[in-house]
């Protein structure tokens, strides 16, 4: 079933900027988040380290807004969801299998559940951007909404509003202090999608420029103890380099 909403996401400056200056398509970068989110890393499985952030992002969206979650009171769908929830449970007590295998093994088990669930629930197959573009929505990811008590919107409007360059780079500028999910996630979504076809048209004399002033900037910075006032400068000055990027795009 599709989604019919028309509730739309409201696009933060940071994170367009965020998408254009590492040469990124937004949708992509949504889309990749959703399908990266895991049941099985939710239930305590082994998996790789995009899919533990992608999944802790649901969670902390929900400490976010303070969902409160729906008791399930069907009782198929209680009784097939704990039959999965077991066996993902022995996938990962296994000793003889590797990470690999379970990954792998958890793919095919959420598959199943999946199968079992669609006759019984109405969880939506795709979130609209707008009349043109749409997301597709995960089984994984439509669950862990469900079982956390928010919507579909709620979570990739909290993944939109913690992207920010200017933040991470002012917060950690003279030694690692902290990162949130979010920006973990993009971290390894911008080493990971450099397929041509996921990427906007780039100018790199542009990109040149702008990182050895970046640099420049950041020994400036450094004698500035005031955060706040770190996260403007920054923020203005990717700003600026994004609309360099605009125009010669466009």
Excluded at 109 to 133: K, T
Aim: charged fraction near 30%; proline fraction near 2%; include cysteine.
């Amino acid at each position: 079933m599709d989604s019919k909403r028309r509730d739309r996401l409201a696009y933060t400056d940071d994170f367009r900027i965020a998408c254009t200056i590492n040469n990124l398509k937004q949708e992509d970068v949504l889309q990749y988040f959703i399908n990266r989110v895991s049941f099985y890393a939710f239930n305590g499985g082994e998996m790789e380290a995009v899919s533990l952030w992608a999944t802790s992002i649901v969670i902390d969206c929900k400490k976010e807004v303070n969902a409160k979650v729906k008791a399930v009171t069907d009782r198929k769908v209680k009784r097939i969801s704990l039959k999965y929830i077991l066996m993902l449970s022995e996938l990962n007590d296994n000793p003889y299998l590797s990470t690999v295998d379970k990954m792998k093994e958890s793919y095919i088990l959420m598959r199943e559940w999946e199968i079992d669930m669609s006759p019984l629930v109405d969880y939506p197959q795709n979130f609209l951007l707008d009349e043109e573009r749409s997301l597709s929505l995960t089984f994984d990811f439509n669950l862990l909404c469900r079982m956390n008590g928010i919507e579909a919107i709620q979570v990739l409007q909290y993944f939109m509003n913690n992207i920010s360059m200017a933040n991470e780079r002012a917060i950690n500028l003279i030694e690692f202090v902290e990162t949130n999910s979010c920006m973990s996630l993009f971290g390894m979504m911008r080493l990971s999608l450099d397929d041509r076809k996921n990427r906007i048209p780039i100018h790199q004399e542009i990109h040149k420029w702008y990182g050895e002033k970046l640099l420049l900037l950041d020994d400036r910075l450094k004698k500035e103890e005031n955060l706040d006032k770190r996260i403007a400068v920054y923020r203005a000055f990717y700003k600026e380099w994004y609309n360099s990027l605009r125009k010669n795009i466009n």
